[in-house]
């Protein structure tokens, strides 16, 4: 009977639901399923397994329960969103322990309820409150994005953990301030890694990824090993700049030294070996992967589509969809990019009516990606019909686009309508995207409509716009170099 709980603590950690039923129907023939540890280990199994109604069925059903069982009762239900079950629960508790407390502030924390959360953290008895308890308070108002209530509670912490450290950190870089971000993470004496994880986490999702790369590589210089959470994060940066050889040598590293392949890694690793161009060993890992997701399938087929390779990103979406995988927004994105660019019209409004079969509403990007692909062709007409029948309103990327394509193609006819809808809809005076003016005049000219091609430039020297100096970027010697163009009258 002992080794019972722990095997069912085995199958709620990996989600085993089928063979913590087989154990519950064992246990229940041996007699054991009264046994308050054995029934409380199985309702902790159904708890975190998703079968609420299974857990609170066990818990109804025991003779005997303890402190412990009514915590894993409880943590059930919070895990389920069941936050009301859990607090009439709470309420019934004859004996509350800090782990109650815990459970109840972090429930209502990640419900989004802070008020709740913290009327339960007032409520801790002094001699239960540990730094647990502070650093689940200070932690829910991080994860919830009010960062100055966050600071408050974390500078009158009578002690931190690292968690509560990481924590700050991570809020701080969700909420885009960089600065206080890396001014708590300095202020830190001691830093393990998952403090390093956090700071190199939030430059990545700041875009600052050549920050991120440092990082990385001072926390090596201090002697700690990056793990699964590390190289995630720095393949994300090695693909948001393009440095393949730097991804490869992660990529190494990881096999050298044995970090875990799992699916957020191998995801990683698609990802970076797609934006980077390397689509011969970004198929080979997807290839090799026991489970693909929509993020694998997603990097593969935006790297086709990104490359130029049309053909294959529409071959591996329909890959994908026959596997089993449901296509998402970002799929349909990248695989629509890819008829456009490929001149695949029927293929991509085939395509996009599909998004109705997986229950997807078209946002503007579709719809944009849509305009593009019937204004490369030349069916200008449809595209300007498309975007009058939008169930959203067009922005300056979609008109965009139809006036590109009415450029490359002459068609003044098409130019009059999506003239009428820009200012009927005051993009125009209101869009502040002064580059529409210029690609109208550009058209009147083109078909020497030479009055209609002078009043675009009138109007468009009469909003006062200068022209934007361009800019470009090189590499020398690794450093990353911008030239802006030296503007003459």
Not at 281 to 294: E, F, P, S, T, Y
Request: with cysteine; proline share 2%; net charge negative.
């Amino acid at each position: 009977m002992g080794v019972v709980p722990l095997v069912l603590k085995a199958c709620a950690s990996l989600s085993m639901l089928s063979l913590g039923k087989a154990l519950h129907a064992e246990s229940v023939k041996s007699g054991f399923d009264c046994n308050v540890m054995v029934g409380t280990a199985l309702l902790d199994m159904y708890g975190k397994c998703g079968e609420i109604r299974s857990a609170r069925k066990m818990f109804d059903y025991m003779p005997e329960r303890n402190v412990i069982t009514w915590n894993a009762m409880i943590g059930g239900c919070i895990k389920n969103g069941d936050i009301k079950t859990a607090f009439l629960l709470f309420e019934n508790m004859s004996e509350k322990t800090i782990v109650t407390w815990n459970e109840m502030i972090d429930g209502y924390a990640r419900s989004g309820d802070m008020v709740m959360a913290r009327r339960f953290f007032d409520r801790v008895p002094d001699e239960l409150r540990n730094v647990v308890t502070w650093s689940v308070m200070v932690d829910g108002y991080a994860s919830n994005g009010d960062m100055d209530a966050a600071r408050e509670l974390f500078e009158i912490m009578p002690t931190r953990n690292f968690y509560v450290w990481s924590s700050m950190v991570s809020g701080y870089f969700k909420k885009g301030d960089v600065k206080s971000a890396e001014a708590i993470f300095d202020r830190m004496s001691m830093k393990n890694l998952v403090n390093w994880n956090s700071l190199i986490c939030g430059y990545t999702q700041n875009g600052l990824c050549e920050e991120a790369l440092v990082a990385f590589t001072k926390m090596q210089d201090e002697g700690l090993e990056p793990d699964e959470v590390t190289v995630v994060s720095v393949l994300s940066a090695c693909a948001q700049l393009a440095l393949l050889d730097v991804g490869k040598d992660i990529h190494e590293m990881i096999i050298r030294k044995g970090i875990e392949l799992n699916q957020y890694v191998l995801n990683g690793l698609v990802d970076m070996y797609a934006k980077c161009g390397d689509l011969s060993n970004a198929k080979l890992i997807l290839k090799g992967m026991l489970v693909k997701n929509d993020a694998a399938w997603n990097s593969l087929i935006s790297g086709f589509a990104n490359h130029g390779h049309c053909v294959e990103a529409i071959n591996f979406f329909e890959r994908m969809a026959s596997s089993g995988v449901k296509p998402n927004d970002i799929t349909f994105l990248a695989v629509l990019s890819a008829c456009a660019h490929g001149g695949f019209v029927e293929e991509g409004l085939e395509i996009f009516s599909r998004m109705e079969k997986y229950a997807l509403t078209a946002s503007i990007k579709h719809y944009g990606c849509l305009v593009d692909l019937l204004g490369r062709a030349g069916r200008l007409e449809e595209a300007c019909d498309l975007i009058k029948g939008m169930p959203v309103t067009p922005n300056d990327t979609v008109l965009g686009a139809l006036l590109g394509a009415c450029q490359v193609h002459s068609d003044t006819d098409v130019v009059e309508n999506v003239l009428k809808e820009v200012r009927k809809l005051n993009y125009i005076s209101d869009s502040g995207d002064d580059a529409h003016y210029v690609i109208f005049s550009n058209i009147y000219a083109a078909a020497e409509r030479w009055e209609k091609a002078e009043g675009m430039r009138f109007a468009l020297s009469n909003k006062g716009s200068q022209k934007t100096p361009g800019c470009s970027v090189v590499m020398l010697d690794g450093l990353e170099t911008s030239f802006t163009q030296v503007l003459t009258a």
